[in-house]
């Protein structure tokens, strides 16, 4: 049996361009659900080390060289995650690779190279997600009618995802969207 991790409050994200200029996401098989560039948590590694330490576990790529820090406006978020943290500590690197993509069966559903327009497809499918389901969190709706319509948005949600959010913040602070 595998110990339960805790969050240590730090995450990397690593973005890889093919040589088309597509971004490469995957869509996480755990919460949070969506599309997003490898990432994880830090785990008390250092930012780099966490970086080449992730990129490889999600996609089966190798970093070449040494990553690019990018500096986003606002590095902490304040999201939760399963492993209990209220917000994250980021770094995210830009970074060169080499070999063959081969997603984590355990840490993805999919993994593909996206346009900047199918990226801001999918940030537009998350701004309307959150959108819905803030809308039934007014408390004037019942809760008999706000409640089985959340399970199903959340169904769908995990069917058929966006972008991560804290990836739609991201790449607004980087101007990639």
């Known amino acids: 049996m595998s110990e339960k991790k805790i969050c240590d409050n730090t995450s990397v994200g690593v973005i890889a361009l093919d040589d ?42 190798q970093i070449v060289g040494a990553p690019m820090p990018l500096i986003p406006k606002n590095p902490r978020k304040n999201l939760k995650c399963r492993r209990g943290g209220q917000y994250h500590d980021w770094q995210i690197f830009e970074v060169n690779w080499k070999g063959e993509l081969k997603p984590s069966r355990n840490e993805t559903k999919d993994a593909k190279w996206h346009t900047i327009e199918e990226i801001c497809e999918l940030a537009e499918k998350t701004r309307n997600y959150v959108g819905r389901m803030r809308a039934l969190s ?3 709706i019942p809760a008999s009618v706000s409640g089985p ?3 199903t ?12 959010l804290v990836w739609c913040q991201f790449f607004r602070e980087l101007c990639i969207i």
């Not at 969506?34 to 999600?58: I, L, N, T, V």
């Not at 948005?153 to 991560?164: A, V």
């Open 20 to 61: 088309q200029g597509r971004i490469l996401l995957v869509e996480r098989r755990k919460f949070p659900f969506g599309w997003a560039p490898p990432f994880g948590h830090c785990d008390d590694h250092g930012y780099g080390s966490a970086a080449f330490r992730e990129f490889e576990e999600k996609t089966g790529l």
């Open 138 to 140: 007014n408390p004037a």
């Open 149 to 151: 319509t959340m399970e």
């Open 153 to 164: 948005l959340e169904r769908e949600w995990q069917t058929n995802p966006g972008l991560e």
